[in-house]
């Protein structure tokens, strides 16, 4: 199967367009919503906590997972790649989305100056800014952590005035620091769910990037790029929703980030 690991419900947003344009596939996803966010929290836990989802992904059968998490991805990634898998998963791969964001960019931006809004985790990484310039080095890229944000997605006030403050708070913060910024990139896989409210506080013209769709299409060109991957991969469009909290609230939640009803499992990870 080809696994997907979010802290929480944020990751669904991206399989919801995967899925679209890989349907025949099977995918098993895993939302650690007891220990969400990930974001306000330490390099070394969200490594831990990240380990833990992708062991329990491969257990499950996963052959490849993507984390659908930019604070994972951010935190977590290259010491998997480079030491975890190695050690004790080298037939297994596993994938971020910071890469595959950052090398799409270019084309979105005319003014190359271009705005960032991500967890204060993927913010004091510096990754959004290292892998932009690695493909564009003459972007300048400005961030603004969102800390107020995913507490308040995950908690379901998608309607309340606090978090259309925050957004106007953070926008603000981040144009103070450009007026230039013409394309702002949503470093945070929850805020897909709020980007018509991000919307309404930009003046038009401005570009904002949900990475779904940069995501599904650069997945679909890694397995048709790595045939020793796909050839292993079940065929059989088969569906898996896992979570780590036990709530009416993560139940009803995951339906609207995933765009459709479905079943949600729970399971406890870690030791
Ligand atoms: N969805 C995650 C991301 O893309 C972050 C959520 C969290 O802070 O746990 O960064």
Redesign the pocket.
């Known amino acids: 199967m080809i696994g997907f690991f ?3 419900l ?2 669904l947003t991206i399989l919801k367009e995967v899925v679209k344009i890989l349907p025949e596939y099977s995918y098993i996803y895993l939302g650690d919503n007891a220990r ?5 929290r330490s390099q070394e836990i969200i490594y831990k906590f990240t380990v833990e989802g992708v062991e329990e992904l491969f257990r499950r059968d996963a052959e490849l997972v993507v984390l ?6 951010s935190a977590a990634l290259r010491k998997i790649q480079r030491e975890f898998l190695q050690k004790h998963y080298s037939e297994k791969r596993v994938l971020g ?1 910071i890469i595959p964001t950052a090398e799409e960019i270019g084309r979105f931006t005319n003014t190359r100056e271009i705005g960032v809004l ?2 204060e ?2 913010v004091n990484s510096l990754t959004y800014q290292k892998e932009i310039n690695k493909f564009f080095p003459e972007i300048k890229v400005y961030q603004q952590a969102c800390p107020l944000l ?1 507490p308040i997605i995950e908690a379901g006030e998608i309607e309340q005035k606090n978090l259309d403050l925050a957004i106007e708070k953070y926008l603000n913060q981040l144009f103070s620091k450009s007026r230039k910024i013409d394309t702002i990139i949503l ?4 805020y897909a769910i709020i980007e018509d409210k991000i919307k309404k506080y930009l003046s038009l013209g401005i570009k904002v990037i949900s990475q779904g769709p940069i995501i599904a299409e650069k997945l679909r060109n890694y397995l048709a790029r790595h045939p020793e991957i796909e050839n292993k991969l079940s065929k059989t469009g088969k569906r898996i929703f896992l979570t780590t909290e036990d709530s009416e609230r993560v139940k009803n939640l995951s339906q609207i980030f995933y765009g459709e009803q479905i079943a949600i499992t729970i399971i406890n990870i870690g030791p």
């Open positions: 979010d802290s929480g944020g990751g969400t966010p990930y974001g306000s659908a998490c930019n604070t994972s991805s989305i991500a967890t985790a993927t995913v470093g945070c896989t929850h």
